[in-house]
């Protein structure tokens, strides 16, 4: 079946901008997060959603980065007044809670900040 | 939070070599993922866990949960197994290892 996808795959924006990222989890997954990885480094967790529960946004930088997930399927994550420290690649995973733990990622956004 | 720590951070291998990877947890978790990330930046699952141990073809891996550690096995090693090897565990948010970056040469 159809994986974690996301989109834009590539992003380039001035400083100062907003961004917005996009994740489609895996049809029926309700468990779903956000990763950031910075050029060589390992992932960062952002934010996590499950089902109808309110996220653990514990992992968010600053209040710049929020994320929102409707209809407990797609997610957005926003990131206002970009920096150049934003530049990095955006992950986003879920998973079934039904059956284990186990996560699976998308492709990721690539967002340079200029 | 929990650390994860992975050695050897980089190894470079010929082609048809074998490998260990191991992963070292601070504290106890209770699942545990392999991934790959290709040259291109997709993580591809390559083992969920949290105990015991699993092969798949040239993979196999083990974790010893009492003793807060896992193993990943690569056989016969090729170039395309040259990526970058993840572990990660946690509870609900996965916590990522710095990754052993691996070079197959040909």
């Known amino acids: 079946g159809a994986g974690v996808s996301q989109s834009p795959s590539n992003k380039v924006t001035e400083k100062g901008k907003d961004v917005e990222l996009r994740c489609d989890p895996i049809?029926?997954?309700?468990?779903l997060y956000w990763y950031r990885q910075s050029l060589g480094q390992g992932l960062e967790f952002l934010i996590y959603f499950q089902g109808n529960s309110a996220p653990d946004k514990s992992g968010l930088p600053s209040d710049r980065f929020s994320a929102e997930r409707t209809g407990g399927s797609v997610s957005t994550l926003t990131i206002q007044r970009t920096q150049q420290e934003d530049s990095a690649v955006y992950l986003c995973?879920?998973?079934?809670?039904?059956?284990?733990?186990?996560?699976?990622f998308g492709p990721g956004t690539r967002l340079t900040v200029t | 939070g929990i650390q994860v720590e992975q050695s050897p951070p980089d190894l470079i291998l010929q082609e048809g070599a074998n490998s260990t990877l191991r992963c070292n947890f601070s504290?106890?978790?209770?699942?545990l993922q392999w991934f790959h990330q290709n040259p291109w930046g997709q993580l591809i699952n390559l083992f969920y866990?949290?105990?015991g141990t699993k092969q798949n073809g040239r993979l196999s891996a083990t974790t010893v949960a009492t003793e807060r550690y896992s193993l990943l096995y690569i056989s016969s090693s090729q170039t395309t197994d040259s990526g970058v090897y993840f572990c990660s565990g946690s509870a609900r948010q996965l916590t990522f290892g710095s990754g052993t970056q691996l070079t197959v040469l040909p």
């Open positions: 049809s029926g997954h309700t468990a």
């Open positions: 866990i949290p105990s």
């Open positions: 504290d106890s978790v209770n699942n």
């Open positions: 995973a879920s998973r079934d809670d039904r059956v284990d733990y186990e996560q699976y």
